[in-house]
């Protein structure tokens, strides 16, 4: 059984720094890519940012030069750290491995950046 278990979700001031963590267990086979993804009411999910199994990143504009996405391939683990937070920073984040076959999440975190 595939589970993807996020953590690091929380309340901070605009302009403080939050840390995300995603640990992949279970037969996932052939990943090819680990990345977060938000999503506030109303709104699509978004990419915030991804890192292939080649550690090619990718980060969407809004976030880029405050983010930094991360992995440890030996724990199966994609981390996100977030510096200089922004209100419209608020959202559920969520983790998403990419394998060949299919695509896993993990159950979102709230991260709320206050003003």
């Known amino acids: 059984q595939v589970q993807l278990v996020e953590s690091g979700g929380g309340l901070v001031q605009a302009g403080g720094s939050l840390a995300l963590s995603c640990a992949a267990s279970g037969n996932i086979f052939s990943i090819n890519a680990m990345g977060w993804y938000r999503q506030t009411p109303g709104k699509q999910r978004e990419l915030v940012a991804t890192v292939t199994s080649s550690s090619v990143t990718n980060y969407a504009d809004s976030v880029k030069g405050r983010f930094t996405i991360s992995r440890d391939t030996a724990k199966n683990t994609v981390y996100l750290q977030m510096n200089s937070l922004k209100p419209e920073d608020t959202a559920v984040y969520y983790c998403?491995?990419?394998?060949?076959?299919?695509?896993?999440w993990g159950q979102g975190t709230q991260v709320t950046v206050s003003s």
């Open positions: 998403n491995v990419r394998s060949i076959w299919y695509n896993y």
